[in-house]
């Protein structure tokens, strides 16, 4: 009687314990991702990748931290490769990686999204989300005290001061100087050109580097590789020079992902789009200084934010 009694006793057990375990189970099952997010090497790229990280795991996604994974050939080679799965780009960059398009396109903020997002669904199943407002495009900087004594506030300023001889040493990322759209592009534009002794080439494309290059002198250095969006200038005493002939494209923030990875989490739009669209360019700039000037880290002013546009708890 007592062993009967014993197995009915076992058998409500399994039958109250089953629930639970498929629920457990259940829960594993719908567990998103990894998603592997990178960003390129530089302040801006380490701010926006780790949005994307806090905004994905907020939404039950478990994710693979690559921020400030490389320069732009080496994060677009990966995600072309399937070795990462997301990150944030440029769409200026769409003339630099599709360069039988024509220029004026990657003026027109619009124009060269659409562009750009059609083309790399084309070439590479690549999806582009919603791109931020801001424009963060190539500039070049000087130390304010030789803009004032010299009258340099433009690039046609500068160059007329290059072309008679005036001391210059600037600071620029290997992509900078090589680049056809980056600094050739200036100096066709504006008929200067620097030699190579006039030349501080920096590993990455952090223009936090660059920038405190010229800040300092370092090595001679007293103009800067900068960008649009960057929030350092001001504090370290540089002037961004004008492009008066608007030779750079508009370079909007915006995350892409591969399609297959889009396709199995369409979320990815509604979870992103809406933080990329608070990013303008007084927005970027104030987060950026504070990991430039600041040195807070990266993650941690990503979230602060996202925490003060109430998307995080």
Do not use: C
């Not at 057990?13 to 089953?18: D, F, G, P, S, Y």
């Not at 004032?148 to 046609?156: D, N």
């Amino acid at each position: 009687m007592f062993k009967r009694w014993g197995f009915i006793l076992f058998v409500f057990l399994l039958m109250i314990q089953t629930p639970l375990l498929k629920g457990s189970e259940k829960e594993e099952d719908v567990k998103k991702g990894p998603i592997t997010v990178a960003s390129k090497i530089d302040t801006e790229g380490a701010l926006l990748g780790q949005m994307i990280i806090h905004m994905l795991q907020k939404n039950g996604f478990s994710t693979v931290d690559k921020t400030e994974f490389g320069p732009t050939d080496v994060i677009r080679k990966a995600i072309i490769n399937d070795e990462i799965d997301m990150y944030p780009e440029y769409t200026g960059n769409g003339g630099f990686f599709y360069t039988d398009t024509e220029p004026s396109i990657w003026k027109d903020a619009k124009k060269g999204y659409e562009t750009v997002k059609r083309l790399d669904m084309e070439a590479h199943d690549i999806v582009w989300l919603k791109p931020a407002s801001a424009n963060n495009t190539w500039a070049i900087s000087i130390r304010m005290d030789l803009s004032e004594s010299e009258g340099i506030k433009t690039l046609e300023d500068f160059a007329r001061y290059v072309n008679a001889g005036g001391r210059v040493k600037i600071a620029g990322s290997e992509e900078f100087v090589s680049r056809p759209d980056a600094l050739p592009a200036f100096e066709e534009a504006y008929g200067f050109k620097l030699s190579k002794d006039q030349l501080l080439i920096l590993s990455g494309g952090n223009t936090a580097q660059t920038e405190k290059a010229a800040a300092e002198q370092t090595d001679g250095v007293n103009v800067a590789m900068a960008y649009g969006t960057d929030g350092a200038l001001a504090a370290l005493g540089l002037w961004v020079l004008e492009d008066t002939k608007g030779v750079q494209p508009i370079y909007q923030p915006a995350p892409i992902v591969r399609s297959e990875v889009f396709e199995q989490y369409p979320e990815l739009s509604d979870i992103l789009d809406p933080v990329f669209a608070t990013l303008d360019l007084v927005t970027l700039q104030s987060l950026n200084a504070k990991i430039a000037i600041q040195g807070q880290d990266a993650a941690s002013v990503a979230k602060e934010y996202l925490e003060s546009m109430g998307v995080l708890p």
